[in-house]
């Protein structure tokens, strides 16, 4: 096999899951996939989420002589501060009508989050183009945030696209000209879109509590 290929298949690679004791999980981060009989895995790890999604499924009852796997999803840090929520409202209702962005990072050095603004290098009322932050020792994205101005909340094309590769929670304030914002939010894992169907009311709380302010 030539060097690339192996490069490539050692960054990530994929377990036959044993038939009679549970597959180990990963300890470090990165991304692998795993055969199973129930179909095929991926598993994802960082040092604030681990989790197991199913990408695949067989077509054909063929005896497969690997053992099965569930879906899991672990979060490793502590929630995400509802008060960091509440400063990323604030900034997009600065901005409105403009778009604006953010990242919540998380050390798992000093267990700590912060919000750390994109540098921006265009925005207006529909579109918006940064360069990522700057991160300090071992911080890492949890949560990217960006605002939709006048406009509601929701996951675009353009946004499906962008994040497609990461691995993160992705976060979308809309309406910041209304005391009633609109929210949308979800995982996003190497193309997996898990959209969250109620989001938690303390960030409904921070946000309007922003807007009063």
């Known amino acids: ?69 569930v879906e899991s999803t672990r979060l490793t840090s502590d929630r995400i501060p509802v008060d960091l929520i509440g400063q990323f409202a604030s900034m997009a209702r600065q901005a409105c009508p403009n778009e604006t962005g953010a990242w919540i990072v998380w050390s798992s050095t000093t267990q700590a989050f912060r919000l750390a603004p994109v540098a921006i290098i265009t925005h207006d009322s529909g579109s918006l183009k940064y360069e990522p932050p700057a991160l300090a020792g071992d911080e890492e994205l949890v949560m990217d945030c960006h605002s939709h101005g006048r406009h509601p909340a929701y996951f675009s094309s353009t946004d499906n696209q962008d994040d497609r590769h990461d691995v993160k929670m992705a976060l979308v304030i809309g309406n910041c000209d209304r005391s009633s914002p609109s929210i949308a939010a979800r995982l996003c894992a190497k193309g997996l879109f898990e959209e969250t169907e109620r989001v938690p009311q303390a960030w409904y709380e921070a946000i309007w509590a922003a807007g009063a302010k």
């Open 1 to 69: 096999m030539n060097v690339l290929d192996t490069t490539l298949q050692q960054s990530f690679p994929t377990v036959m899951v044993p038939r009679k004791e549970p597959v180990a999980e990963m300890q470090a981060a990165g991304e692998r996939l795993l055969m199973a009989e129930n179909g095929v895995f991926l598993e994802i790890r960082r040092n604030w989420i681990s989790l197991v999604r199913q990408i695949a499924q067989f077509h054909v009852r063929t005896a497969v002589p690997y053992g099965r796997v």
